[in-house]
């Protein structure tokens, strides 16, 4: 079985981010207790299915050890705009996808440095080594956005799992059987889901159109300025604002964008610094303000915070009887929530 390695720049566990992804709804991650993350997903060539097991090396002086990820690459009907690679820049083009996954095709060299600020030294002491790992393309994203848009986060993660157990490829990795989600020439074939309205399958289309144009390429989307990146991604149909910022940021992987338009982000940055809840524009733009700080790593840091919200219990006694419990209330909030 083919192999690549990847060699982290800065802090980095493969560990921290398989714990988040357990928790994190979209993914439907079902980890084994053996320090293997395995994946399966659509490449980036909009034909082919990835399936890979990653693994990290243990160092005995606690550095960042090295990250092997094994592959194999089942090919599908090539798009005719496409040509056929070879068999080796096939294999590269695996290696920056899984980079970009895993947040490790950014140099974190620097990283460490934002700790002296408080609030981001205290984030990385609760989550030592953890990256944001990001939806597989931005054509995932975008279909995650679509969707989830006004239904539970619960609701939306089971319809994603079972239109990839339906109509993914299923692939063997690492003693698991795991179903990727559709390439986007697979999912313009499907015409009915249930829990889905007819508008958003026809969403669902129109960004399998744009995945095969090119327009949902992450290189493009990173190499443009971010605002240019967000105004050519709310082009698409059913991408507003929100949904534009989950596709450049998790999708895409871009390190250091501002989400404007995440409350939960908003909410949880002023918590942190001592700030009241944000209620207008100009709150968020000082938040942003804060947030400059951050930088080149803007996005990280908001993906620290939006965690650390998640993690922490709400305060007070939980109430019965007329008002919803506070679990209830979590996951009755649509999958906007979920960054």
């Excluded at 109509?167 to 249930?194: D, E, N, S």
Aim: with cysteine.
């Amino acid at each position: 079985m083919p192999a690549v390695t990847l060699t982290p720049a800065g802090p980095f566990s493969l560990a921290s981010g398989i714990r988040f992804l357990e928790s994190f709804s979209p993914a439907s991650y079902h980890h084994a207790a053996d320090g293997i993350l395995r994946l399966a997903f659509p490449a980036d060539d909009g034909a082919s299915v990835v399936a890979a097991a990653v693994r990290q090396e243990a160092r005995a002086d606690g550095g960042t050890g090295t990250v092997r990820a094994e592959f194999t690459v089942h090919p599908g009907t090539p798009h005719p705009a496409k040509a056929v690679t070879a068999e080796a820049a096939a294999h590269q083009a695996v290696r920056a996808q899984l980079a970009r996954i895993l947040s490790l095709d950014v140099d974190a060299t620097g990283f460490p440095g934002l700790a002296a600020d408080p609030v981001v030294a205290g984030l990385t002491a609760d989550h030592p080594g953890l990256r944001p790992v990001c939806f597989h393309s931005p054509y995932e994203a975008a279909t995650w956005a679509i969707i989830g848009n006004r239904i539970r986060m619960t609701q939306a993660a089971a319809i994603k799992a079972r239109i990839a157990h339906q109509h993914g490829y299923r692939v063997h990795i690492a003693g698991q059987t795991l179903h990727a989600f559709p390439t986007p020439a697979a999912l313009l074939a499907i015409t009915h889901v249930p829990g889905l309205t007819d508008i958003k399958i026809q969403r669902l289309h129109a960004l399998a159109e744009a995945a095969l144009d090119g327009k949902l390429d992450a290189p493009h989307l990173r190499a443009l300025p971010a605002d240019h990146a967000l105004a050519e991604l709310r082009t698409l149909p059913g991408i507003g604002p929100f949904s534009a910022e989950l596709i450049l940021i998790r999708g895409a992987g871009h390190p250091d964008v501002f989400p404007r338009h995440e409350p939960r982000v908003h909410k949880a940055v002023a918590t942190a610094y001592g700030l009241p809840a944000p209620t207008t524009d100009d709150d968020v733009t000082q938040l942003a303000k804060i947030a400059d700080r951050w930088k080149p790593y803007r996005s990280w840091i908001a993906f620290l915070l939006r965690v650390r919200a998640q993690d922490t219990p709400p305060p007070g006694p939980v109430c019965h009887g007329s008002r919803a419990t506070s679990a209830r209330s979590a996951d009755r909030g649509s999958a906007r929530g979920t960054w």
